[in-house]
């Protein structure tokens, strides 16, 4: 919120913000990894949100992080769920693949 130019602790110019920085509202400074980290963050769940809408007739239980856990009947094909999730939105063509795994519970593979 409410970003300016400000200096950082070194002097140079650098983008701040208005945030809660231990517990108090203050200016918060910013860099350029920071920003890419938060951008990449977003597509990546932009790319979740639309595997989710294409396997809206499975029944997903929860996600972490860029995983989804879906629970289907035992003669559901693995690998047509994976190639649902795995397609992608028009303006990223071709850029997408998904693996699977199945188990009786959640773990990680």
């Not at 989804?68 to 997408?96: F, K, N, R, Y």
Request: proline share 5%.
């Amino acid at each position: 919120m409410q970003p300016r130019i400000g200096q950082n602790q070194f002097g140079n110019d650098c983008v701040t913000y208005m945030g809660i920085d231990q517990q108090h509202w203050s200016r918060i400074e910013s860099y350029g990894p920071k920003f890419v980290e938060n951008i990449v963050q977003g597509v990546a769940r932009d790319i979740l949100c639309f595997a989710m809408k294409n396997l809206r007739a499975r029944f997903i239980v929860g996600h972490v992080h860029d995983e989804l856990i879906i629970e289907v009947p035992e003669d559901t094909s693995m690998q047509e769920t994976c190639d649902l999730m795995g397609q992608a939105p028009d303006w990223m063509p071709g850029l997408l693949r998904a693996d699977g795994h199945e188990c009786m519970f959640y773990q990680k593979d």
